[in-house]
Each structure stands twice: as structure tokens, then as C-alpha cells.
């Protein structure tokens, strides 16, 4: 099999996400995975003031960890 052929098929789903960002004539679209446990009302999310400051650009990741190591890459578990 072809190099990282098992990584690749153990992720193919994953990438479904990242139809996300075609989704048009929405302001905002919020992404949750399936494992996220949603404790408080997200409507602050949706609705709140959070990008009035004028920037283009808001990024707030959460490190990913895996087995006590964490790894160069970013949780996406939850998208804005």
C-alpha cells in the first residue's frame, strides 16, 4: 500500500468539514464534533458580538494531545 495509505483511510471522514467553508449565504456556521459536550447555550456564539472589533481574521485553538503528547497540530472539534 502506498505510504500513510492506513492514516489516510482511518481520516477519509474527516475531511468532511472542510465542506464548512462552501457553505454559503450564512453569516456564521458552527461546527461541532460529534464527541463535544456542549455545556452552556451557544447562542452567544452565533449571535454574540464577537467579531465587532473590526478584524478580519479570529483564531483560538485548543492544543491536541494525544496519549500525554501533544502534537503539532490543532483540535478541530469545534468550528466558527
Not at 483511510?9 to 453569516?27: A, E, N, P, V
Amino acid at each position: 500500500p502506498p505510504r500513510f495509505a492506513i492514516i489516510y483511510q482511518r481520516f477519509h471522514d474527516q475531511y468532511t468539514k472542510l465542506h464548512i467553508w462552501s457553505m454559503m449565504g450564512y453569516d456564521r456556521v458552527l461546527y461541532l464534533d460529534a464527541d463535544t459536550l456542549v455545556i452552556r447555550n451557544v447562542n452567544e456564539l452565533l449571535y454574540g458580538t464577537i467579531f465587532e472589533d473590526d478584524r478580519d481574521e479570529l483564531l483560538g485553538v485548543v492544543e491536541d494531545v494525544w496519549q500525554g503528547q501533544i502534537g503539532p497540530n490543532f483540535n478541530a472539534g469545534v468550528l466558527l
